[in-house]
């Protein structure tokens, strides 16, 4: 897709990131879902996550731990390694630079969705959700505060059916695609009107850059997140920016 060269008003980190992604070189995504250990685990050019389902009779919901953008020779020897699920999840468990959150549902059924779509699983994205489905059910029975989490977490499943993220992967392979094709990230940016109200070309790239997971934001904590899946709304304004039918990436 996009060659060796940089691109003049592309940072040196996004290119760097851009080009693990949808550069000449890039790896192909591995994926493992196991559906008796309620777990899903991804390595690509943006790094590698681990998904894990989580309930108990009060609670229900998924853990995201991801590293994202290591350093290349670590990737790599992750990527080609014969038990690279297994030392992903370890890493991920293990690995001060891993960064541990909840997310919907519709995070998790995204990254399935993808694997899906780049045929490195089959039927995920149903997976994901029926594993949901039943442990939100199980929690429900439980009676208590393990009720209303069960009806809240079976709520938020049946919203996840109706796409409602979007897997940054194939975005950012289209940003490569653009660039690749001479386009410059501020007329990219200039496709979409809402995309920023500011005039400061750079100010717009870095939202371009951050909303496409390809720079990091600082959480409450300090600590750097890249975003590996969008929301609906922040999918659309990508979209635009990128001239494709929001169909294109399943909204």
């Known amino acids: 897709m996009i060659g060796p060269r940089g691109v003049a008003d592309l940072e040196d980190a996004s290119f760097e990131h851009l ?7 890039a790896a192909a995504p591995l994926a493992e879902l196991r559906i008796r250990d309620r777990d899903l685990v991804i390595c ?3 790094g590698m996550v681990h998904y894990a389902l989580r309930f108990t009779s009060a609670t229900v919901g998924w853990e995201q731990r991801a590293i994202s953008f290591p350093p ?16 992903a999840r370890r890493l991920c468990r293990t690995s001060p630079h891993a960064r541990a959150c909840r997310v919907q549902v519709g995070v998790v059924a995204a990254e399935a ?3 899906d779509e780049l045929s490195v699983l089959t039927d995920a994205e149903e997976a994901v959700l029926n594993m949901s489905e039943a442990a939100g059910a199980v929690v429900r029975s439980a009676g208590g505060d393990g009720a209303k989490a069960g009806r809240n977490f079976l709520a938020e499943v049946d919203r996840a059916r109706r796409p409602s993220h979007v897997p940054l992967f194939r975005l950012q392979r289209i940003l490569a695609e653009e660039l690749a094709l001479g386009r410059s990230v501020a007329a990219i940016c200039s496709r979409a009107p809402g995309f920023s109200d500011s005039n400061d070309v750079s100010k717009v790239s870095n939202l371009l850059y951050r909303r496409a997971g390809l720079l990091g934001a600082r959480d409450c904590h300090g600590r750097l997140r890249y975003p590996r899946v969008a929301t609906a709304d922040t999918a659309e304004l990508l979209c635009q920016a990128l001239d494709i039918a929001p169909e294109q990436v399943g909204l």
């Open 44 to 46: 690509d050019g943006a």
């Open 19 to 25: 080009m693990r992604v949808g550069g000449p070189e």
């Open 72 to 87: 290349l020779p670590v990737q790599r020897a992750m990527l080609e390694h014969p038990t690279w699920a297994r030392r």
């Open 113 to 115: 969705r993808a694997a």
